[in-house]
Protein backbone atom coordinates (compact mmCIF):
# COMPACT_ATOMS: atom_id res chain seq x y z
CA UNK A 1 0.00 0.00 0.00
CA UNK A 2 1.25 3.43 -0.87
CA UNK A 3 0.39 6.74 0.89
CA UNK A 4 -0.30 9.58 -0.69
CA UNK A 5 -1.50 13.26 0.60
CA UNK A 6 -3.00 15.78 -2.15
CA UNK A 7 -4.04 19.13 -1.55
CA UNK A 8 -7.58 21.15 -2.18
CA UNK A 9 -6.54 24.75 -2.20
CA UNK A 10 -9.62 27.27 -2.94
CA UNK A 11 -9.67 30.71 -4.41
CA UNK A 12 -11.28 33.50 -3.15
CA UNK A 13 -13.91 33.00 -6.18
CA UNK A 14 -14.06 28.98 -4.49
CA UNK A 15 -12.43 27.57 -7.21
CA UNK A 16 -10.00 24.62 -6.43
CA UNK A 17 -6.81 23.82 -8.03
CA UNK A 18 -6.42 21.64 -9.93
CA UNK A 19 -3.38 20.08 -11.81
CA UNK A 20 -3.46 18.45 -15.58
CA UNK A 21 -1.44 15.45 -15.83
CA UNK A 22 0.71 14.60 -18.40
CA UNK A 23 1.55 11.02 -19.84
CA UNK A 24 4.58 10.11 -17.41
CA UNK A 25 2.91 9.30 -13.72
CA UNK A 26 2.45 5.78 -13.73
CA UNK A 27 -0.73 6.03 -11.54
CA UNK A 28 -3.73 8.17 -13.57
CA UNK A 29 -1.81 10.01 -16.77
CA UNK A 30 -3.33 12.47 -18.47
CA UNK A 31 -6.37 13.03 -16.16
CA UNK A 32 -6.81 16.05 -13.88
CA UNK A 33 -6.58 15.81 -9.63
CA UNK A 34 -5.74 17.60 -6.86
CA UNK A 35 -1.50 18.61 -6.43
CA UNK A 36 0.21 16.24 -4.18
CA UNK A 37 2.31 12.76 -3.73
CA UNK A 38 3.97 10.10 -2.12
CA UNK A 39 4.56 10.43 1.31
CA UNK A 40 7.94 9.95 2.38
CA UNK A 41 9.73 7.39 4.78
CA UNK A 42 9.56 9.44 8.16
CA UNK A 43 6.78 11.81 6.86
CA UNK A 44 3.43 12.43 8.36
CA UNK A 45 0.23 12.59 5.87
CA UNK A 46 0.40 16.83 6.64
CA UNK A 47 4.11 17.33 5.73
CA UNK A 48 4.14 15.47 2.58
CA UNK A 49 0.81 17.95 1.57
CA UNK A 50 2.67 20.76 2.03
CA UNK A 51 6.39 19.17 0.12
CA UNK A 52 4.47 18.19 -2.60
CA UNK A 53 2.07 21.42 -3.40
CA UNK A 54 5.80 23.61 -3.03
CA UNK A 55 7.23 21.01 -5.54
CA UNK A 56 4.57 20.87 -8.03
CA UNK A 57 3.81 24.67 -7.83
CA UNK A 58 6.07 26.57 -6.17
CA UNK A 59 3.84 27.41 -3.13
CA UNK A 60 5.08 27.48 0.03
CA UNK A 61 2.44 27.86 2.61
CA UNK A 62 3.37 28.18 6.47
CA UNK A 63 0.15 26.26 7.83
CA UNK A 64 -3.72 26.80 7.06
CA UNK A 65 -3.88 23.43 5.67
CA UNK A 66 -6.71 21.06 7.23
CA UNK A 67 -7.46 17.70 6.50
CA UNK A 68 -10.74 16.87 5.43
CA UNK A 69 -10.86 13.31 4.97
CA UNK A 70 -8.33 9.64 4.06
CA UNK A 71 -9.89 7.64 1.53
CA UNK A 72 -9.19 4.79 -0.05
CA UNK A 73 -8.41 3.88 -3.88
CA UNK A 74 -7.52 0.69 -5.57
CA UNK A 75 -5.14 1.29 -8.43
CA UNK A 76 -5.93 -2.62 -10.46
CA UNK A 77 -3.42 -1.71 -12.99
CA UNK A 78 -0.89 -1.85 -10.12
CA UNK A 79 -2.94 -4.48 -7.70
CA UNK A 80 -2.30 -2.05 -4.75
CA UNK A 81 -4.99 -0.95 -2.30
CA UNK A 82 -3.75 2.64 -1.86
CA UNK A 83 -4.64 5.08 0.59
CA UNK A 84 -4.65 8.74 0.30
CA UNK A 85 -5.34 12.17 2.61
CA UNK A 86 -7.14 15.69 1.31
CA UNK A 87 -5.81 18.33 2.84
CA UNK A 88 -7.63 21.78 2.11
CA UNK A 89 -7.27 25.34 2.75
CA UNK A 90 -7.86 29.10 1.37
CA UNK A 91 -4.95 31.05 -0.27
CA UNK A 92 -5.01 34.31 -1.84
CA UNK A 93 -2.86 32.88 -5.00
CA UNK A 94 -3.90 32.92 -8.30
CA UNK A 95 -3.08 31.30 -11.81
CA UNK A 96 -0.01 34.36 -12.23
CA UNK A 97 1.31 32.45 -8.36
CA UNK A 98 1.54 28.91 -10.38
CA UNK A 99 4.86 27.64 -11.46
CA UNK A 100 3.75 24.51 -12.50
CA UNK A 101 6.80 21.64 -12.18
CA UNK A 102 4.51 18.89 -12.94
CA UNK A 103 2.37 18.07 -15.40
CA UNK A 104 0.76 19.62 -18.18
CA UNK A 105 -0.76 22.39 -16.28
CA UNK A 106 -1.88 23.38 -12.99
CA UNK A 107 -4.56 26.28 -12.14
CA UNK A 108 -7.88 27.22 -10.87
CA UNK A 109 -11.11 25.17 -11.84
CA UNK A 110 -14.46 26.56 -11.50
CA UNK A 111 -15.91 23.90 -9.64
CA UNK A 112 -18.76 22.96 -11.73
CA UNK A 113 -15.95 22.46 -14.70
CA UNK A 114 -13.82 20.39 -12.22
CA UNK A 115 -17.05 17.61 -11.84
CA UNK A 116 -17.05 17.24 -15.99
CA UNK A 117 -12.89 16.41 -16.15
CA UNK A 118 -11.18 13.09 -16.57
CA UNK A 119 -10.32 12.60 -12.79
CA UNK A 120 -8.02 10.79 -11.20
CA UNK A 121 -9.18 8.30 -9.22
CA UNK A 122 -8.80 9.98 -6.30
CA UNK A 123 -10.00 12.61 -7.42
CA UNK A 124 -13.38 11.30 -8.28
CA UNK A 125 -13.67 10.16 -5.48
CA UNK A 126 -13.12 13.06 -3.21
CA UNK A 127 -14.10 16.04 -5.02
CA UNK A 128 -18.15 15.48 -5.44
CA UNK A 129 -17.54 14.92 -1.60
CA UNK A 130 -15.59 18.00 -0.98
CA UNK A 131 -17.59 20.15 -2.52
CA UNK A 132 -20.96 18.94 -0.83
CA UNK A 133 -19.00 19.68 2.47
CA UNK A 134 -19.37 22.25 4.87
CA UNK A 135 -15.98 22.70 5.15
CA UNK A 136 -15.78 24.33 1.44
CA UNK A 137 -18.39 26.25 2.07
CA UNK A 138 -16.62 27.24 4.66
CA UNK A 139 -14.47 28.82 2.79
CA UNK A 140 -16.84 30.11 0.25
CA UNK A 141 -17.11 34.39 -0.55
Do not use: N
Amino acid sequence: MTRFSSIALVDPRGWLLLQERDEHPVIDPEKWGFPGGGVEPGETWEEAAYRELEEETGIALDGGLELFAEFSVRHAHRDTDDSFCLFFGATDCSDEDIDCREGRQIVFVDPAAARGLDLTLAAAKALPEFLASDRYRSLLP
